[in-house]
């Protein structure tokens, strides 16, 4: 028998694909150098989407509707307060935050991303997108230094404790 997942333990793995989710709503955050690629990438993206909509639905879908929607307004309201932070800060700064963060719930098991998942398929794509902010010495530090904070707002809310 697999073992019930509390309402908080839904909402903190439905928060990283969110946010992931929130990110690939920007637009032009993940625009291609080259023009002639922008089909494919735009296509890519759908994907990504698709896949980051699903991870962040996964953990919920399995409750009656009523309790349903009130854990996606409660994932949607602490995302809210973290995107808010996001205004004044570059796309790749936001994106090497958001992985530091997830790579940080990975290796704690808080999450885990299970082979042929749908966030396993997003984070696997994610990657290549933005591989070369992790190149930047300065913004890498500045970005784990902002995953940290992340983390403690989340903290701060009651959840990865």
Do not use: C
Request: aromatic share 6%.
């Amino acid at each position: 028998m697999m073992p019930t997942l509390t309402d908080r333990q839904r909402v903190e793995l439905a928060i990283p694909a969110y946010l992931l989710l929130a990110l690939t709503s920007v637009p032009g955050a993940f625009a291609p150098a080259d023009v002639d690629l922008a089909a494919r990438a735009e296509a890519d993206i759908a994907t990504l989407r698709a896949d980051l909509k699903a991870a962040s639905l996964e953990p919920l879908e399995d409750l009656p509707e009523k309790k349903r929607g009130a854990l996606v307004r409660r994932v949607e309201r602490i995302a809210r307060g973290v995107i808010v932070e996001w205004k004044d800060r570059p796309t790749l700064s936001v994106m090497l935050t958001l992985w530091y963060f997830v790579k940080n719930l990975t290796d704690r098991e808080v999450l885990i991303l299970w082979e042929g998942s749908a966030m396993a398929r997003a984070t696997s794509r994610l990657l290549p997108m933005f591989a070369h902010g992790f190149e930047e010495r300065k913004r890498d530090a500045a970005a784990q230094e902002q995953a940290g904070l992340l983390l403690a707002q989340l903290q701060a809310e009651g959840l990865y404790g």
